[in-house]
Each structure stands twice: as C-alpha cells, then as structure tokens.
C-alpha cells in the first residue's frame, strides 16, 4: 500500500515523477505529491484524489531540478486531504520524505517532537519521520549514512519503506527498507528507486532489490548499500523479463480488460515456467516428505487453496491439505512441524498478512514454497523454493491473470505430491495450453455475457452458487463481482441454501449457478430449482461437457466448451470476470480502482 518514488538525473523531472507515480498508482490513489530539489529548495506539490488531480496542478508549471521523491497514498492515519498528502517537509525544509508502510510508535514520537517546539502539518504517521531526521542532523552536524540508519532504525517501529532527501544534497537519495519493498536501477545518467519494479522496467531491467533491514545511498555516480545492523551485505538482483507494454493500457480503456485477454498467454507462460522448474519442485516435495500441507494467502489468491484442498481429497492425497486465510493463521495457532508443507500464495509477494503468516509458519520448522508473481518480492525471499506465476504485470486492482495462475499452480502441486513422475507431469501441464485456448472461446461470449451483466447491475444483491470443487470458483466470482461491481455477491454451497440463505430469495434475485463438478452437478441442479421455484433468476455457468442440462424454468446460460477437469472448473473463472467488469462498468465504476482499495496490501 502506498507507492513511492524517486529519481536522479531528469530535466523534466515533474514529468519523470509522475510516469514512475502512474504505474504505482494502483498501491493507493488517495492523494499523491511529489517533491523536486531545485539548487536546495525544494518544491512540493501534493493533492488529495487520483493522480490525475495531481498532474492538472502542475500542469504548465515547469518544475526545474533534476532529482526528487514522489508518493500514491492508501490512507490508514489521516484522512485523504490535501495536508495528510506525501511527501513531508521538516520543519525547516531541509528534509523531505515519502514513506510506505506504518510507524506504530508515531504517538510517541509525535508527542516529543511537539514537546520539542516542533509543528505538525498533518495528522499522518510519517510526517515524524521527517521531523526526525531534521532533529538528528542538527544534533549530529557529522553525521554519516550509516549513523542516519543506525538512528531511524533505532527510532521508528512498525513497518516502513523511506525515500529521503535532503535540501543541500540535491543530487542524492537514501532508501530504507524494513518490510515493505523497495528496489532500484543505476543506469548511466539515471537513478530510480521505487517500491515496485514495474514502474523501474522502462530505466533498465537489471533491477537491485533491498532486503529487509537494508538501506541505500544513490547519487549518479555512486551506490552505498549497507545493513542496519553493519553485517555483511548480501545483494539481490534481479533481471525482469516483463514486457514494459504490459504495463501500459495498449487502446483498452482498462487495464482490468486487457488482463482478462492476457490470460491465454500468461497461462501458456505459466506452463512454461512449471515444465522448467518440474523437476527442482519434484525434488524439494520428496525431500520435504510433508504429511501435511497448509495453502495460506489472502482474498482472490486464498481460493486457489481452497480447490487444491478439495482437489486433493479427489486425488486421494496420503497428506491432509488444508488452506487457512493469512491474517487469522497465528491467531488461531495451527499445529506445524518438519514435516509441514506451507504453500504461500500471493501475487505481489508483499501482502503483509502473508508474509506474517509464512514467517511464523516457518518459526516453527515449516519449510515454505512461495508462489508469487513479483521476483525479489518479500515472499519470494521467505520461500524455500519459489514459483514464479509468470503472469506479467498486473495492474488493475481486481486481480485476474494471477488468479487463474494462482488455481493452476496449486493444481499441479497436488499433482507433485500425486505423482511425482516427470513425464506424466509434463504430460499433465502440456494439457494447460487446452485452458488457453478455451479462455479465448470464453472471451468470443463477451456480448451475451455482457447482456447478463447487464441484468445483474440493476440488483444489490446475489448469489453465487456451487457445490464441491465449483464453491471454490464462487468464492473467487462473489469477491470480483463485490470489488469491481459494487454487488454483495455471496458464495454459497449449493447444499446449505435451504439451512438459512434461501429465505433471502426474493423475485427477481440474480443466482448464479456453477456446473463444473461433475460429481455434484445433479444434486446442484435439484438446489438450483428449489431457487427458481421461490423468484429466483436463474444463471448457469456449464463447463461440462454434453448438452445444455434441461432446467424446468427459465435460465440464462452459458455453456464453456468441453476441457478436461480440473481446467473446465478454473475457466469459468473468465466467466465471473466478464461478469464483474461488465456490470462495473454499467455502474459507473473505474473497474481498474476501484474505491477504498489497493492492489499491494502491505500493511495488516
Ligand atoms: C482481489 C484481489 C485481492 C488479492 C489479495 C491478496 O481481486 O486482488 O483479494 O488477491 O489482496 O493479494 P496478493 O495476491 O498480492 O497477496
């Protein structure tokens, strides 16, 4: 949550900051600001709202200078105002600061601070730190970069990344990461520092990524990188192949479109990514021998587990699976040993609930594979072993390609711990390319599913339906339709509908019915009758093959063309997200941020 920014070496640096700021905007886009050093001044411009608020400010001001800081804001203290905007300013305008992330102990240091005769400009966090740093090198006129690490590290608790710069050293940039990331490139004339790599790709792809308890000292010509705690330093590169179009709207007006398109390729280049790595998985399942495997992840990349964990009762799996939701995992303790494989799930790799999650999973002897789509991302480093998702970068706040990525890899890990024969697993992920095709089939639906979304944007409220493997899939759609659509969608098993739910039913409410299960579908049918029979409007989501099923009322259908189980099941996932933007947008709803939301949800 929150994105920040920083650049060295630009004469148009306004224009610079706010390229770097677009493609974080999806962290947060309550307010953003940014902040340039011209000859020991700075200029600070910062707004409440999109960045577009921000970008008419300045238009037609030329901000000269040629290094700064910039921030997108997911609020968590202070209201989204003008005031509570990063970047932060010391008293006496020699520092400024962007920061991600949150300072638990701000009351503290807020309070001596006011003691101290200083004056608060807001109501947020950060703005201390700033403060702060201007109070240390007042009293420590020779200060060194390290000393300034020592001291913040000491000082602040709680979870931050940092972008410092200071008045009299226009052309330098200090960087601190403790939990929440932060990566930079040093080309020849250019330094950029960013919390998220997609927005570094377009200055070079070789990306230095900081670890926990890292800081760094840029200027042009010159990089420090050091420990907060003076060990040694162990660097992380990494080389991004992300295509920096895929970043980029491409004639969509959303980017939550184009990634529902992507997902043929990013499925085919998920297969590719597995088939490589097959072997490496293989070897680290046997030589863990788990006799118990825990999926843990949040939202959209929970649902995964919760398919792989009924799928592995399918496959008879000697080993229980379970899935638990990250942020509950420590609170309810869980009973984990060696022989506990913990699966971590997360597109951004940096989802603070996870990664809490997976820490104290590992704390207690599980060993870890993480599943991530961001390389270098915290989860990626927590892993024993780590999958990349290779679905490209996902911009839209509701995820898509990840998901789907997400169910696949859960799928073929429960293969692994099946069979762990190569030739049938490369077998088994060539039959992924099926899926890819069907999900271009899926899309060719788009007009009569758009009619359907249309129906369902007029209502507040829905179901969405399933029995067996398909609840897992109405988990995923209720949360698309609840984040991009504004709909209370509510998942439901089929089966529980009359203990309760169904005295909701009312005429005219939209129900969604998932037929992916076969060994279910005619049991869920009989449930979904008992709907219709009460005003219920029937949708049907078929992707098994055979006919049409015979419904004794009128239904909206929609039949996936036939592929084999479990990839019928995960495509009509495409489904729900046609679903879901389509009704979005008959709603009058920016799909792509939707409201009080971030992408990267780096705090708990
Ligand atoms: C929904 C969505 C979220 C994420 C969740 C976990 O579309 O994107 O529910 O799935 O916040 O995020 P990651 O996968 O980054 O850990």
């Known amino acids: 949550m929150c994105g920040i920014v920083g650049i060295i070496g630009h004469n148009d640096i306004s224009a610079e900051l706010l390229k770097m700021l677009h493609g974080l905007e999806y962290r947060g886009y309550d307010s953003s600001g940014i902040a340039v050093n011209f000859n020991g001044d700075f200029q600070v411009y910062k707004k409440a709202g999109p960045l577009s608020v921000l970008r008419q400010e300045i238009e037609g001001i030329t901000l000269q200078g040629t290094s700064g800081i910039g921030h997108t804001r ?32 701000y009351k503290v240091l807020r309070k001596t601070l006011l003691e101290k005769g200083y004056v ?32 913040l590290s000491d000082t602040l608790e709680g979870a931050y990344a940092l972008l410092i710069q200071f008045a009299d050293k226009p052309n330098e940039i200090y960087g601190l990461r403790f939990e929440c990331p932060l990566a930079y490139v040093q080309t020849a004339n250019t330094v950029a520092i960013s919390s998220d790599i997609a927005s570094l790709i377009g200055y070079d792809r070789n990306i230095n990524i900081l670890r926990d308890g890292q800081a760094v000292h840029i200027t042009l010509d010159n990089e420090e990188l050091i420990n907060f705690d003076s060990t040694e ?7 991004v192949d992300w295509d920096v179009k895929a970043a980029e709207k491409s004639g969509y007006d959303y980017f939550l479109r184009k990634e529902i398109d992507e997902q043929s390729d990013s499925v085919r280049a998920l297969k590719r990514t597995l088939i490589d790595k097959a072997e490496k998985i293989t070897a680290f399942i046997k030589d863990t021998n788990p006799d118990t495997v825990i999926f843990i992840a949040c939202g959209s990349a929970s649902y995964s587990g919760v398919f792989a964990s009924v799928f592995a009762r399918h496959a008879e799996l000697k080993q229980t699976v379970s899935w638990e939701i990250g942020s509950e995992f420590r609170y309810n303790p869980p009973i984990i040993n060696e022989k506990t494989l913990v699966i971590g799930m997360s597109q951004s790799g940096e989802t603070a609930d996870t990664v809490t999650a997976l820490r104290y999973a590992k704390s207690k002897g599980a060993k870890v594979i993480s599943i991530i789509n961001v390389v270098g991302s915290t989860i990626s480093m927590i892993g024993d072993l780590t999958i990349n998702l290779s679905a490209g970068p996902e911009v839209a706040v509701p995820s898509t390609k990840a998901v789907i990525n997400q169910f696949i890899s859960a799928v073929f890990l429960i293969e692994v711990l099946r069979n762990q024969e190569q030739d049938f697993l490369t077998q088994w992920l060539l039959t992924v390319d099926e899926l890819a095709t069907v999900i271009g089939k899926i899309i060719e639906q788009e007009e009569v599913i758009k009619n359907y979304a249309k129906q369902l944007a007029g209502h507040q409220n829905m179901f969405i339906v399933g029995r067996g493997l398909d609840y897992s899939i109405s988990l995923e759609g209720a949360l698309k339709l609840k984040e991009t659509a504004y709909i209370h969608a509510e998942a439901m098993y089929a089966g529980e509908f009359k203990h309760g739910s169904i005295s ?22 009989i449930n979904a009758e008992e709907v219709a029979t009460r005003g219920g409007q ?30 019928n099941l995960i495509s009509q996932i495409v489904v729900l997200q046609l679903l879901a933007y389509h009704a979005g947008l008959h709603r009058n709803i920016n799909v792509d941020k939707p409201r009080n939301l971030a992408k990267s949800v780096t705090v708990e």
């Open 120 to 151: 608060m400009a807001s109501e947020t966090d950060s703005e201390v730190i700033a403060h702060l740093i201007e109070l240390f090198v007042d009293n420590n006129p020779n200060w060194t970069f390290r000393d300034l690490v020592v001291y």
């Open 233 to 239: 330093v162990d660097r992380l590169h990494v080389s």
């Open 504 to 525: 909701l039913i009312e005429y005219g409410m939209p129900v969604l019915i998932l037929l992916g299960d076969e060994s279910v579908a005619a049991k869920t049918i």
């Open 538 to 567: 029937l949708f049907i989501i078929d992707s098994l093959a055979g006919e049409n099923f015979d419904f004794s009322c009128e239904v909206n259908y929609i039949k996936i063309p036939p592929i084999k189980k479990p990839f």
């Open 74 to 105: 997911w609020a968590t203290h202070g209201a989204p105002t003008d005031n509570n905007a990063h970047p932060f300013l010391s008293l006496n305008s020699s520092v400024t600061v962007v920061h991600n992330g949150i300072i638990e102990n």
